[in-house]
């Protein structure tokens, strides 16, 4: 059974008398699927009115839940978005940009997942609804709990990520390694978003690391550190790193998980500077 609702509350009614598996663009639905097993139903929330929109006020950035990776990149967004639009040309292929969705990337909840570390690094907060809750508000990093685990309960839906303002002159970068330049699942990535001061010295910094532990982790006790540095005279200490627990795959083993992050952070600080 395929339903495909227009309006949120038909959507939520849907979620409540059923238990449909949601999609919008399908990218990561159809590849997880367990041979041999499909859902007896899916729900398709991408023309659910609103969802698609990308809009900005006072309170915030609003990217609805089914904002396109290629219709954040082609969003008249501040130069602190820089990093999440780099991050969504990473995203696969054209055709995979331009169906995939930011709330299906972070729904996923894979530790790999290319736009997690830039929101993280935008304070971004994740809005959900249900038809007998009504809607709450949580930030990204309490929403993302494990490994393909979030705290969406059966019943809500996102609705829309929501960024907080930025300081206009804050500048973003993101870095990413695989082990080729395009369609390839992250051995390490690195958001950063910086703001300088009129001397050059930093004055606000945000650094997230994502594929070096279950979810992607903000590098607070780094950020403390680089107040008051200039972008050249980052250093990046293992202790700085203590919060993350890469492990060996095939893409690579955790200690150069940690050496490749320890640079990433300094690319990404400096590129972040220029902007």
């Not at 590849?31 to 990308?54: A, Q």
């Not at 709330?103 to 790999?112: D, K, L, T, V, Y």
């Not at 970068?173 to 930093?202: C, H, P, W």
């Not at 982790?217 to 700085?240: C, I, N, S």
């Amino acid at each position: 059974m395929y339903s495909q609702p227009l309006d949120l509350e038909e959507a939520l009614l849907v979620l409540k008398n059923s238990n449909p598996k949601v999609i919008a663009g399908g990218t990561d639905v159809y590849p997880s699927l367990k041979s041999g097993f499909c859902p007896s139903e899916f729900m398709d929330v991408s023309r659910i009115c609103g969802f698609k929109e990308i809009s900005q006020d006072e309170q915030d950035v609003r990217l609805g839940a089914a904002a396109t990776w290629s219709d954040i990149v082609n969003a008249d967004l501040p130069a602190a978005f820089d990093a999440l639009k780099q991050a969504a040309r990473k995203v696969g292929g054209i055709q995979i940009q331009n169906a995939g969705t930011i709330a299906g990337n972070i729904c996923n909840a894979s530790p790999a997942a290319d736009g997690v570390p830039p929101l993280l690094a935008l304070d971004a907060k994740v809005e959900l609804c249900s038809q007998d809750t009504g809607t709450r508000v949580l930030p990204l990093n309490e929403f993302i709990t494990g490994v393909r685990q979030t705290v969406l309960k059966p019943d809500e839906l996102v609705s829309a990520v929501l960024i907080p303002p930025s300081p206009i002159s804050m500048g973003s970068a993101f870095e990413k390694l695989g082990s080729r330049r395009y369609l390839v699942i992250s051995i390490t990535m690195t958001a950063a978003n910086v703001l300088l001061g009129q001397d050059g010295r930093i004055e606000d910094v945000r650094i997230a690391v994502g594929s070096c532990s279950a979810v992607s982790q903000r590098l607070y006790a780094l950020e403390e550190d680089l107040k008051g540095k200039t972008p050249q005279d980052v250093v990046v200490k293992a202790e700085h790193l203590a919060p993350l627990s890469p492990i060996d795959d095939v893409r690579g083993s955790g200690t150069y998980r940690l050496a490749a992050v320890q640079e990433q952070i300094q690319r990404a600080v400096m590129g972040a500077s220029r902007r």
